[in-house]
Nanobody
Framework: EVQLQASGGGLVQAGGSLRLSCSAS?????????IGWFRQAPGKEREMITC????????YFVDSVKGRFTFSSDNAKNMVYLQMNRLKPEDTAAYYC????????????????????WGQGTLVTVSS
């Protein structure tokens, strides 16, 4: 069974840091695969905040998290991480990791990929 599981959420004060983890099982990272992090804040639509293509390590970050969040992976362990720094109350959301396991043309941007494999969300709450 192919699946993803996000973890590491919790309650943190504004200005603090938190690292989310995403564990993949049932498949191994491939150079054509991509992993993305999404979030859905209360009363808002789900949005992609970052993603990475394994083929070229190309990344995307939504403007609201640029300079504060970083995305890394440990391919041998099938783990990806979202390091969140200088957290703000508006970062409060349910966070999800997702994967696109399709083979795509080289240079295809991860933010344009179709993420179809989703993990359970993990809640991040940032207090003022």
């Amino acid at each position: 069974e192919v699946q993803l599981q996000a973890s590491g959420g919790g309650l943190v004060q504004a200005g603090g840091s938190l690292r989310l983890s995403c564990s993949a099982s049932g498949f191994t990272f491939d150079e054509d695969y991509a992993i993305g992090w999404f979030r859905q804040a209360p009363g808002k639509e789900r949005e992609m905040i970052t993603c990475i293509n394994f083929s070229d390590s190309g990344t995307y970050f939504v403007d609201s998290v640029k300079g504060r969040f970083t995305f890394s992976s440990d391919n041998a362990k099938n783990m990806v991480y979202l390091q969140m720094n200088r957290l703000k109350p508006e970062d409060t959301a349910a966070y999800y990791c997702a994967a696109d396991l399709r083979r795509v043309v080289r240079g295809y941007k991860c933010e344009n990929r179709r993420f179809e494999l989703w993990g359970q969300g993990t809640l991040v709450t940032v207090s003022s």
